[in-house]
Nanobody, 123 residues
Framework: QVQPVESGGGSVQAGGSLRLSCVGPEYTYCYSDMEWYRQAPGKQREFVSGIDPNGVTSYSDSVKGRFTVSHGNATNRVNLQMNRLQPEDTAVYYC?????????????????WGQGTQVTVSS
């Protein structure tokens, strides 16, 4: 596997919840920052949330307090729990892997994107 694979998108009414999952590339002696971005029609792609190999998380102001990012059973697996969804959350959600290999990234840094998964929130 050379690029992340997202799953879990769908349609929901405002106030509902969805859970997205992503499986990123996995190689020995490599560790990844896993990030979620989204792109709404006619808008630029924007950062949503991220988690580093140590579990340190970050969120955009627009989703803070509603979305939660977490690792699955490995650091290349990440989930995004989205609660209290609003119509403005409608977008294609992309998973991004920034994989660093070797000590201190001496083996290189590799950035890959998934194909995206659609999230639609109706009012």
């Amino acid at each position: 596997q050379v690029q992340p694979v997202e799953s879990g998108g769908g349609s929901v009414q405002a106030g509902g919840s969805l859970r997205l999952s992503c499986v990123g590339p996995e190689y020995t002696y490599c560790y990844s920052d896993m990030e979620w971005y989204r792109q709404a029609p006619g808008k630029q792609r924007e950062f949503v949330s991220g988690i580093d190999p140590n579990g340190v998380t970050s969120y955009s102001d627009s989703v803070k307090g509603r979305f939660t990012v977490s690792h699955g059973n490995a650091t290349n697996r990440v989930n995004l729990q989205m609660n209290r969804l609003q119509p403005e959350d409608t977008a294609v959600y992309y998973c991004k892997s920034v994989m660093r290999c070797g000590s201190g990234g001496s083996g290189g840094t590799y950035t890959t994107w998934g194909q995206g998964t659609q999230v639609t929130v109706s009012s």
